[in-house]
């Protein structure tokens, strides 16, 4: 099982990325997917989810800019955000479990993870 992210880079603020977490080996049928990211000296923080049942998740302070999504094929999860500002910047991270996360946003919850793709938000 191996997550590979890709899509993050530097954009200004106000910008958009779509970053991308691939399933190699195996696909996302069945599992809960979900995007964290860690800034520099904070700790890992879980921003959405995509429930194996297909519901979405949010961290309330940024629901309003981010859309998760997944493709037909359930190989590859995304992750649109907008209106990107310079406390965004992080590397972002994908991660997956089979079935059930307990709490769709706790690092605990989640067996395999993805190396991470740097997100930088400045002018």
């Known amino acids: 099982v191996q997550l590979v992210e890709s899509g993050g880079g530097s954009v200004q603020p106000g910008g958009s990325l779509t970053l991308s977490c691939a399933a190699s080996g195996f696909t996302f049928h069945d599992y809960s997917i979900a995007w964290f990211r860690q800034a520099p000296g904070k700790e890992r923080e879980g921003i959405s989810s995509l429930g194996h049942d297909g519901t979405p998740y949010y961290k309330d302070t940024m629901k309003d800019r981010l859309t998760i999504s997944i493709d037909a094929d359930k190989i590859t999860v995304y992750l649109r955000m907008n209106n990107l500002q310079p406390d965004d910047t992080a590397v972002y991270y994908c991660?997956?479990?089979?079935?059930?996360?307990?709490?769709?946003?706790?690092?605990?919850?989640?067996?395999?993870w993805g190396q991470g793709t740097q997100v930088t938000v400045s002018s």
């Open positions: 991660a997956a479990v089979w079935r059930y996360a307990l709490f769709w946003h706790s690092v605990n919850s989640y067996d395999h």
